[in-house]
């Protein structure tokens, strides 16, 4: 009787009373919304281009004035419409979402400043979340989640008296968010000249004197003898057999007489140094810095020099600054050299767009990168018209077909000709549609079908135009990439897959005969003897083994040099130098084995 007397006493105790719900009154509400707005425009609208300019403002010719105006504006209208969307909210409501928006800012800031490991600030191949690696995809996904699911917790768990504590911390965080990056931008204004740099379109002398390579003679081909050099950038053998030859094999009906080698290995993995290697022969060993290489290799090339002294006009078309820095340092072999004392910045609208679009790209999570698209730095060289008569070739890939479409091939007498054509291609992402116009599919475009189309539709139609100038038999022409693709992240080491770069050759004097299939170990270095060979040039031996001089199953022993990026302890970019040996068919991973690992040699780019 008496347990069920406290039994009942039990059950009739008040239960404790939850503290009640209490909802931010606006005065509440007003200094958190505005730090975090504020937060949000100056992250992604203002300080990441600016950042992102300063820190890479050698490879840009135009001045911080042309497009920060529009980026200010941007981060304004980002704030204010934030601020729009906030404020006028209440209750649950209110709190959830300034929830998602202070975890959206904070992980924004540090994605852009701590998670981006292997990604550089100027994102140009591999974009996509594919080329960051499953694994890294995976981490970085789930630091966001939890980040936002606590985030979210927080508002709608913490109640009564200790609901204080959220604006507080909000109104701290994002004071934090904002201080930690007016730092880096209040030392590069005060000790650098990135507000002065490139400020005025009058060059200095200095840089009127810098010689560019355009367009001239581009359509120009000799009665005589001819080398054809198309290079497709980033030509992995994937592209044509995984892809082209499957999907779409009828754009290869103009190779007749060339031969396709299966098992070709590039010596690096980027266009620099690969395009300045494969014009001049001479090997960068990643301790000269780019413009000290680039001087020599192409002052003291053999291979040009060769070429000059059997009467070939060389026309070399190809980006500056990844394969030369002052076309001057080639300027007794070219004929397609130029330079200005004068330029003009164009579509500055547009330039503060692909600023924002890198922006975008440095602060989203990996899984959404590719929202962003892709902008490398080769792109800005189109905000860039000089006062020349002929425009500064760039490698994009739809003004080298307009160039193509509206001037036909035309001959000349009295020299033989060298062409080297070096265009986007393969590299990601992919521009632009079959049909050549800006691709309005939105995202990052991943599609090799489109690639090898846009690319052999170039090179289709100046074999064409060879061929009914009855030039096509007797000329050289050799197709190929500058290096393969990665399949992976920059900083994979040791490497995913075999780096194998496709290459078509067609000896002079060689058509009509259907497409033949070559599986020799074939390297790079043999492309400049091959030429030499194939023109009747001949030498003393010096430049090695044409690709015809190999046979399959030879156990051969090629080099390859990748550069894995690396971050150091002041978060600066390294490149560090993995050098392969592969002996025997490269197309099996097996036969790739890592024999160095050179120390940290700095930014091999400088």
Request: hydrophobic share 40%; aromatic share 14%; proline share 3%.
């Amino acid at each position: 009787m008496e347990q069920n007397q406290t039994d009942v006493l039990q059950e009739q105790k008040p239960k404790k009373a939850r503290a009640p719900y209490v909802g931010f009154n606006w005065k509440q509400r007003l200094l958190p919304v505005i730090l975090l707005s504020l937060a949000a425009g100056f992250t992604v609208g203002f300080f990441g281009p600016f950042d992102i300019y300063s820190n890479n403002v050698d490879e840009f010719r135009f001045a911080l004035s042309s497009f920060l105006l529009y980026n200010v504006l941007w981060s304004v209208g980002i704030s204010a419409a934030i601020c729009a969307l906030l404020l006028p909210l209440r209750g649950r409501v209110f709190d959830v979402a300034y929830a998602i928006f202070f975890w959206i800012t904070l992980m924004l800031f540090v994605q852009g400043n701590y998670l981006n490991i292997g990604i550089s600030s100027l994102a140009g191949d591999g974009m996509g979340e594919d080329g960051m690696g499953v694994a890294s995809v995976i981490f970085n996904t789930v630091i966001w989640v939890l980040v936002g699911g606590g985030c979210v917790s927080a508002v709608c768990l913490v109640r009564g008296k200790h609901r204080e504590i959220i604006p507080t911390v909000g109104i701290i965080a994002m004071i934090t968010v904002i201080g930690m990056q007016t730092i880096p931008f209040a030392v590069n204004s005060l000790a650098t000249d990135v507000w002065e740099r490139n400020h005025s379109t009058l060059l200095t002398d200095e840089e009127a004197n810098e010689h560019f390579l355009t367009y001239k003679n581009m359509n120009k081909v000799s009665t005589g003898k001819n080398v054809i050099y198309f290079v497709i950038d980033r030509f992995d053998v994937t592209y044509y057999e995984d892809y082209a030859l499957k999907e779409c094999p009828e754009i290869f009906y103009n190779l007749d007489g060339f031969t396709y080698f299966d098992d070709m290995t590039s010596l690096y993995p980027r266009t620099f140094p690969s395009v300045a290697y494969m014009l001049t022969g001479k090997e960068h060993d990643f301790h000269d810095e780019r413009v000290e290489y680039f001087e020599g290799a192409y002052q003291e090339s053999e291979f040009l020099k060769t070429l000059k002294e059997n009467n070939y006009n060389i026309n070399i078309y190809t980006d500056s600054y990844y394969a030369y820095n002052d076309a001057r340092d080639m300027q007794e072999y070219v004929t397609n050299s130029s330079a200005s004392k004068y330029f003009k910045v164009v579509d500055t609208d547009k330039l503060a767009g692909d600023m924002m679009q890198i922006s975008l790209f440095r602060y989203l999570p990996h899984l959404t990168k590719s929202w962003a698209g892709d902008v490398s730095t080769s792109d800005f060289d189109k905000y860039i018209v000089y006062d020349t008569e002929y425009p500064k070739y760039t490698t994009d890939t739809r003004d080298l077909y307009r160039f193509l479409m509206d001037n036909t091939l035309e001959t000349f007498d009295g020299a033989n000709n060298f062409t080297f054509i070096h265009f986007t291609g393969c590299h990601l992402p992919i521009k632009y549609d079959e049909n050549y116009e800006e691709w309005t599919g939105g995202g990052y475009r991943n599609d090799p079908i489109a690639a090898m189309k846009q690319s052999f539709g170039i090179i289709n139609r100046y074999i064409d135009q060879l061929k009914a100038l009855g030039l096509y038999e007797d000329a050289t022409i050799i197709i190929t990439g500058d290096h393969g693709w990665h399949g992976g992240s920059d900083t994979d080491v040791p490497l995913r897959r075999p780096h194998v770069t496709a290459l078509f050759v067609k000896e002079s004097g060689k058509s009509g005969d259907a497409l033949k299939t070559n599986r020799a170990p074939v390297a790079q270095a043999d492309i400049i003897p091959t030429i030499l060979f194939s023109e009747g040039i001949v030498t003393d031996g010096t430049f090695g083994k044409t690709v015809f001089d190999y046979t399959e199953g030879e156990a051969r022993t090629r080099k390859y040099n990748f550069q894995s990026l690396q971050y150091n302890a002041a978060g600066d970019i390294d490149y560090e130098v993995v050098i392969y040996e592969i002996v025997g068919r490269a197309r099996d991973f097996e036969n790739w084995k890592l024999v160095s690992r050179d120390d940290y040699v700095g930014n091999i780019y400088q």
